[in-house]
């Protein structure tokens, strides 16, 4: 639900006063004696509380037993993840196996470095390093390029590097975290054939991009071991994101959670009573506009649990003060039923919210996106998209702990979701240049969605993993939801033989999508044909800290297009080695 803010004061004060009454509620009950609680892994995956610092700089686990997940065969390496996503991704080096009765090495460093059939290097290092109940430190340096073409297309070499540092300190009773990276991508506006365009004279220099990302994070949460403490986490975290045309953005965001065990009843036997929130700003600059927006958002929270039944009920309150202020509020349920303990359990949920479309994460999905303005829409802002009510139910489970598995249905009403559509750099009329560039169009409706998992493992010997997904878009003003899978689908695996070559096999597909064909005054919608991507990897390993790999992205060679005029490199060939020291 959002509500258009005609008078904001009227309205703020009453939700700081709510703020305050819960909160002095929660400090009048912290002398209550608490229940004696059996820590398990029902416990865990109540509500959607993350104990992590910050996303971006995670490192390690939080202590105790994990949820339930589902991990896939992790062997891509990927270019650009826009531009080819269905490339294989490098997988660590597995150590060798040892005899039980010997003492296990341990290694601080791991360096993966190849080379490519399309000119392509590549360089992965990662430190780690830590003393027990002391320290964390970790460190990543990244490089992958490319210097090939795609033939009868423009020029489209590309690179990704990155380089970032994590350290955490541990004290009796608190974890302190700060991190900080760099990351720089650069790539061509590619997308146009150079016969189509033979006697114009195209600026090279405006076909170039360069996105440079500068971040940080403070971090400090609580680590009791007794329910009983007031537990606490805080995020400071922000960026700079800028690119080669003057288009910038600077975020600053803050986030906490608060929660302590508070006896409501004595029929449940774990009980939370706490508040989450956030304050973030985005600041938004390029050649024509300047913008900014602040986002202040609060939900009051209750999680318990009692024999197989496990819940979360909360209601979330957002200030968002942008070209537009909006009020919104969204009430929050996750519960679950262990029907099956450890082996199967029914979930379902109600939530929603507000989140910035913003300039780094539409890059970072089509990096041939420009935020510069556009003849025929004249208007590319950064919007904020607002789920306003979303349900969801599924069924996960673990047989034998070793098929896991997960399907899930869900439910979305939103307003403003993005959808890309290709545009030019011509300021003038009739346009002489290639729509070889995206902007976004923004449209309400309801999505309806369907996704499933399946993984199966055999001990350290051989994994095979399955996932689908099929949306139904209905939308109020466009036709088709624009470069939105209607259908995706993964099936992969991997094979440990003879302790010694690890041979990993995954095939990749996407169904039709839509895009908008535009030229002069006319323009109509587009299929872009369904696709299969087939990757395979093979390892070998040498030694304990010592192998060689080899790779294969693209199998059957096919320059299909993820995003309009822009089809993918087709078959690439890469090997490399692998150390541990």
Not at 301 to 330: P, S
Not at 340 to 362: M, V
Not at 385 to 394: D, H, I, T, V, W
Not at 410 to 430: C, E
């Amino acid at each position: 639900m959002d509500f258009r803010i005609v008078q904001p004061l009227k309205l703020i004060k009453p939700a700081i006063l709510v703020l305050a009454i819960l909160i002095l509620s929660t400090s009048a009950f912290s002398q209550v004696e608490q229940p004696n609680i059996n820590h398990n892994e029902q416990v865990t995956i109540i509500g959607t509380y993350d104990p992590s610092i910050n996303e971006a700089f995670k490192i390690g686990s939080r202590p105790g037993t994990p949820a339930l997940s589902f991990t896939k065969s992790n062997f891509r390496y990927e270019p650009l993840e826009t531009r080819q996503p269905a490339a294989i991704k490098l997988q660590a080096i597995k150590p060798a196996t040892i005899r039980a009765d010997k003492r296990t090495k341990s290694y601080q460093n791991t360096l993966r470095a190849g080379i490519g059939s399309w000119m392509t290097p590549y360089f992965d290092f990662n430190h780690g390093s830590s003393k027990k109940n002391d320290r964390q430190l970790n460190v990543r340096i990244y490089h992958l390029s490319s210097f090939r073409n795609i033939p009868d297309y423009s020029p489209s070499p590309f690179s990704n590097s990155l380089a970032k540092i994590h350290y955490d300190k541990f004290s009796k009773n608190h974890i302190f975290s700060i991190g900080a990276g760099y990351q720089l991508n650069t790539n061509r506006y590619y997308g146009f054939k150079l016969d189509d365009y033979d006697d114009i004279n195209i600026d090279e220099g405006k076909l170039k991009q360069m996105f440079n990302l500068v971040k940080a994070n403070f971090g400090l949460k609580s680590n009791f071991k007794k329910d009983d403490k007031l537990h606490h986490i805080f995020d400071i975290s922000g960026y700079y994101y800028f690119d080669k045309y003057n288009s910038s953005e600077t975020n600053a965001r803050f986030t906490f959670d608060l929660y302590k065990a508070f006896r409501v009843t004595k029929h449940l036997n774990f009980q939370n009573l706490g508040i989450d929130g956030r304050f973030e700003y985005f600041g938004n600059k390029d050649t024509i506009r300047n913008t900014s927006d602040i986002l202040v958002e609060a939900e009051p929270y209750f999680k318990a649990r009692y024999n197989i039944i496990g819940f979360k009920v909360g209601l979330k309150f957002a200030y968002l003060m942008a070209d537009q202020n909006t009020f919104a509020f969204n009430p929050i349920l996750d519960i679950f039923v262990n029907v099956l303990p450890e082996s199967l359990t029914i979930y379902a949920g109600l939530d929603g919210g507000l989140e910035k479309n913003s300039f780094l994460q539409l890059t970072t999905l089509n990096p041939w996106f420009s935020g510069m303005y556009d003849i025929y829409l004249h208007d590319s802002t950064f919007k904020w998209q607002n789920n306003r009510f979303r349900a969801y139910a599924g069924l996960r489970g673990n047989i034998a702990k070793q098929l896991g598995f997960n399907v899930e249905a869900g439910w979305l009403l939103f307003k403003d979701m993005v959808y890309y559509v290709n545009t030019t750099d011509s300021k003038i009329w009739p346009v002489t240049g290639p729509f070889n560039k995206f902007t976004v169009v923004y449209d309400d409706g309801n999505l309806f969605t369907v996704s499933g998992e399946l993984t199966y493992t055999l001990g350290d010997v051989a994994k095979i993993w399955l996932n689908g997904e099929y949306n139904i878009y209905s939308l109020d003003s466009l036709s088709q939801a624009y470069h939105k899978p209607i259908s995706k689908f993964g099936i992969g695996g991997s094979y440990l033989m003879n302790k010694k070559v690890n041979i990993r096999l995954e095939v990749l597909g996407y169904g039709d999508r839509y895009a908008v064909e535009r030229e002069m005054l006319a323009s109509e919608d587009i299929i872009l044909e369904g696709f299969f991507d087939i990757n395979l990897g093979l390892e070998y390993y040498i030694s304990e800290n010592f192998s060689v790999f080899l790779t294969g992205t693209n199998l059957l060679n096919n320059n299909y297009q993820r995003f309009y005029n822009y089809p993918v490199q087709g078959l690439q060939i890469m090997g490399g080695i692998g150390l541990r020291f």
